[in-house]
């Protein structure tokens, strides 16, 4: 059983930083693509952020790109996302999310697993 817990969402001023952390417990953590969506209220979920097995390879879409940082420590069985210079459309719930097939994927159908979510909110 593969289970995901977030944490490290809070409330910012727009121009902070924040920094997301996704502890995953399950028997092949360093085999999984992991991925950050979020959804904000009235709004689908959408892809943030995702990164391959090795760390060697992540994606972003192109609203947070050069402030987003998908990274993961794969000792720690961790996966985090750095987030700079927030802004109020920032503001969401944050998932984390894995995958266990190879691949890294953009869509929500293509995770199999899922964190409850750590809110981050940014005021202007």
């Known amino acids: 059983q593969v289970q995901l817990v977030e944490s490290g969402g809070g409330l910012v001023q727009a121009g902070a930083s924040l920094r997301l952390s996704c502890v995953v417990s399950?028997?092949?953590?360093?085999?999984?693509?992991m991925a950050w969506f979020r959804q904000a209220p009235g709004k689908e979920r959408e892809f943030v952020a995702a990164i391959k097995w090795s760390g060697a390879y992540t994606y972003y879409v192109d609203s947070v790109k050069g402030r987003f940082t998908i990274s993961r420590d794969n000792a720690k069985d961790t996966v985090h996302l750095q987030m700079n210079s927030l802004k109020p459309e920032d503001t969401a719930l944050y998932y984390c999310?894995?995958?266990?097939?190879?691949?890294?994927?953009?869509?929500?159908?293509?995770?199999?697993?899922w964190g409850q979510g750590t809110q981050v909110t940014v005021s202007s």
């Open positions: 999310a894995a995958r266990t097939v190879p691949g890294l994927a953009t869509t929500t159908e293509s995770y199999g697993y």
């Open positions: 399950g028997p092949t953590f360093a085999t999984y693509y």
